[in-house]
């Protein structure tokens, strides 16, 4: 074994190394848009009841309930949730296993899989993205309605528009 190769990567390090990678553009661009932004990292796992008042990025494994009451929850590309979500506006590019209540909105990402239902009054599910669930945005039950936004409005809105060229997909539940 030559000394050059105990410095250079091995193949699964360059996965993790662009993982990061991946991880750390997510977090600079959320920071851009949001400013301080608090990280629950891929390595953490949490079991139980999570309260956040901060703008939040999950990386990590997280079972039990989510509170959040801040500007942004973000369940990050890594993250793998099973919780209920309380929180204000919530965006999935990870993995979901539990309900939805945003206040606010709710963004599915292409990435994302989602398995529970949505209460929120504004709902966007781009395409490509894994949805088993319900979706309720009965006003009555939430803070706002704005039935005629497209999604590319709502992912706008929530400041979160990274790629103009994919194709969004929106649907309004009756």
Known sequence: MSNS????PSFNEHEE??????????????KSEYGDISVIGPTIEIKGELNAEENL???GK???????????????SEGSIKANINGSR??????????IKGSEATVIKSNARMKGDIFSPRVGIEEGAQFKGSIDMDAGNTVKNRDN????ELVDDL????????????????
């Open 5 to 8: 190769s105990l410095f250079e």
């Open 17 to 30: 190394l662009s993982s990061h990678a991946d991880s750390k553009d997510e977090l600079n661009e959320l």
């Open 57 to 59: 990025l999950i990386q």
């Open 62 to 76: 997280i079972e039990g309930t989510i509170n959040h009451k801040s500007k942004i929850l973000v369940i990050g």
């Open 90 to 99: 919530v965006v999935i590019e990870g993995s979901v296993e539990g309900d």
């Open 149 to 152: 936004d497209s999604l590319d």
């Open 159 to 174: 400041n979160l528009a990274e790629n103009k060229n994919s194709k969004d997909v929106s649907k309004k539940v009756s």
